[in-house]
């Protein structure tokens, strides 16, 4: 298996995508903040939800699956986001960057993926 990682700066704090290439799939942890954890799941196929889960009092579900679906309308597999970034008493300006920012590294991911994860 091969992987990607993808980091940014955020508040002060590192968020990281360990992308994680499969036979078939794609696995995906998008982690960091002032604390690390499991705050949704989202899993798509080609674009299909197949499960969705925001765990109570998390906020993540929103990032977990446009992660989830664009990537795996891109490469055309399934595609599982772990996502849980946190940063204690975030404002909503704050929630809007980290979404801003982590919408950057997607595009990150779309745009050197494929050189990523070329044959060596």
């Given at each position: 298996m091969k992987q990607y990682i993808v980091k940014k700066e955020i508040y002060g704090h590192k968020v990281e995508a360990i992308i994680t290439k499969m036979p078939k799939d794609v696995h995906i942890l998008l982690i960091g903040g002032e604390?690390?954890?499991?705050?949704?799941?989202?899993?798509?196929?080609?674009?299909d939800?197949?499960?969705?889960?925001?765990?109570r009092g998390h906020k993540e579900g929103s990032i977990s699956s446009k992660w989830a679906k664009?990537?795996?309308?891109?490469?055309?597999?399934?595609?599982?986001?772990?996502?849980?970034?946190?940063?204690?008493?975030?404002?909503?300006?704050?929630?809007?960057?980290?979404?801003?920012?982590t919408d950057?590294?997607?595009?990150?991911?779309?745009?050197?993926?494929s050189l990523?994860?070329?044959?060596e």
């Open positions: 604390l690390a954890h499991t705050g949704a799941v989202s899993v798509f196929k080609n674009g939800e197949e499960v969705y889960t925001e765990l664009e990537l795996s309308a891109l490469f055309l597999c399934r595609v599982t986001v772990v996502c849980g970034i946190h940063y204690d008493n975030a404002t909503k300006e704050m929630i809007q960057e980290i979404v801003k920012r950057e590294m997607l595009l990150e991911v779309k745009q050197n993926y990523a994860f070329q044959p």
